[in-house]
């Protein structure tokens, strides 16, 4: 994806790792780009995961869980402190849209992650293979 318009330069940094993790399918490139204490929100649960741990185990799952995997569009905060991506993927014979929303700190690491999707279906059979994946992984990041 291109520069972004509007978004801090740490930030644009950051997310340029953000792209290359995604494409090489490798999460072990987030840890220097994400917060000890950022937060991730999935579409799927009401109770945010916190911590950097628990956001690879998702990230790491998610990697394996998704088929066809692109992201579209991207949009920046008039503060340029947050992104939004619009990406698209199949789970088997189901397909999802979605937006990634992710703000950052000053520093430009990942302090927030929140994931929204649709349709329904698609939510489904994407929570349903992430609890098979890594559901007692997060259980025990989030209780740990």
Same mark, same amino acid.
């Given at each position: 994806m291109s520069e972004l318009a509007g978004l801090s330069d740490a930030a644009a940094k950051t997310l340029a790792v953000w792209h290359k993790a995604v494409e090489k399918r490798d999460a072990s490139l987030l840890d220097d780009i994400t917060s000890e204490a950022m937060v991730f929100r999935s579409p799927a649960v009401y109770s945010p995961y916190p911590g950097r741990e628990a956001f690879r185990i998702v990230i790491e799952t998610v990697l394996?869980?998704?088929?066809?995997?692109?992201?579209?569009?991207?949009?920046?905060? !008039? @503060? $340029?402190?947050? +992104?939004?991506? =619009?990406?698209?993927?199949?789970?088997?014979?189901?397909?999802?849209?979605?937006?990634?929303?992710?703000?950052?700190? !000053? @520093? $430009?690491?990942? +302090?927030?992650? =929140?994931?929204?999707?649709?349709?329904?279906?698609?939510?489904?059979?994407?929570?349903?293979?992430?609890?098979?994946?890594?559901?007692?992984?997060?259980?025990?990041?989030?209780?740990?």
């Open positions: 394996t869980v998704f088929e066809n995997f692109r992201y579209h569009r991207q949009f920046a905060s !008039s @503060d $340029g402190s947050s +992104v939004v991506l =619009e990406f698209e993927a199949d789970i088997g014979d189901r397909n999802l849209k979605g937006i990634d929303m992710i703000r950052f700190d !000053s @520093d $430009g690491k990942i +302090v927030e992650f =929140e994931v929204m999707v649709r349709p329904l279906s698609g939510l489904m059979a994407l929570a349903e293979k992430m609890a098979e994946r890594a559901g007692p992984k997060l259980q025990a990041a989030r209780v740990g």
